[in-house]
């Protein structure tokens, strides 16, 4: 592992740093413009995939210099390569450090990165999947649905929802499935629109495994409605807030 400087990470480094997480430098080895607001970079992970076991969704927390003060932001792993310690980053573009950092990386350029609090096991025995998201969580939806199709049982189906703010997000690479059934609902009053399909549509979901990942307000509103309306008991609900509204974590 390359050396890493941790200096300027302020009270969360000294926190992620107690709790026992990893660091590492990643190095860029590639850039790729998606759309206009979506931009992929492939890294060498500086032994980051020899010391942690990959598994679906997994995310890294990634430092950003902002004038000399460092700031942290997750990001899923895409198509990762443990025996090559390669993966990819996709970021959603918006006004921020990382958006900002994403765009101008070149290769050769090193960031570094802190592995600390990644875990999701595949549940088993599942009849189907129900999945909320959006562009900046698309990466972990699409390494779900690649989990699904390498597991022993390929034909459970996903019923998705994913947000959208930019007519081209429609056309992110998601992996879905014939047999998968997808809804893009675009991201309208502050969110509510996407709850309210969500809500909407409701059927009986049991044995179903729910998977969450929006900003703060709507992840909140759609695991309670994938246990209340879904069936889905709050064991089989997996939820994690990407951002808060009103505030840039791009």
Do not use: C
């Not at 995939?49 to 792993?77: E, N, S, V």
């Not at 390929?154 to 879905?176: F, G, V």
């Amino acid at each position: 592992m390359s050396q890493v400087v941790t200096r300027g990470r302020g009270w969360q480094g000294a926190v992620l740093k107690l709790l026992g997480g990893d660091d590492f430098r990643l190095t860029v080895t590639g850039s790729e413009v998606v759309t206009e607001h979506y931009v992929r970079l492939t890294f060498s992970g500086g032994g980051l995939l020899a010391k942690r076991a990959l598994h679906p969704t997994m995310w890294i927390r990634m430092w950003f210099d902002d004038a000399g003060k460092l700031h942290q932001r997750g990001y899923t792993l895409v198509d990762a390569d443990p025996a090559a310690d390669t993966f990819g980053i996709e970021f959603a573009i918006h006004d921020g450090i990382a958006a900002r950092w994403a765009q101008q990386a070149q290769p050769g350029d090193t960031i570094n990165a802190t592995v600390m609090g990644s875990k999701f096991a595949m549940p088993a025995d599942v009849r189907g999947w129900v999945m909320a998201g959006d562009a900046a969580s698309l990466p972990a939806i699409n390494s779900l649905l690649d989990a699904i199709e390498a597991s022993g049982r390929p034909e459970t189906p996903a019923t998705i929802w994913l947000e959208y703010q930019h007519e081209s997000d429609r056309s992110l690479p998601l992996r879905a499935r014939a047999h998968d059934t997808v809804h893009w609902i675009a991201r309208e009053r502050d969110g509510a629109a996407l709850v309210d399909a969500v809500r909407s549509a409701a059927f009986d979901a049991n044995g179903h495994f729910g998977w969450v990942a929006l900003d703060s307000v709507s992840t909140r509103a759609v695991s309670a409605t994938l246990k209340n309306d879904y069936g889905i008991p709050k064991k089989s609900v997996k939820a994690q807030a990407y951002w808060i509204p009103g505030k840039s974590f791009a």
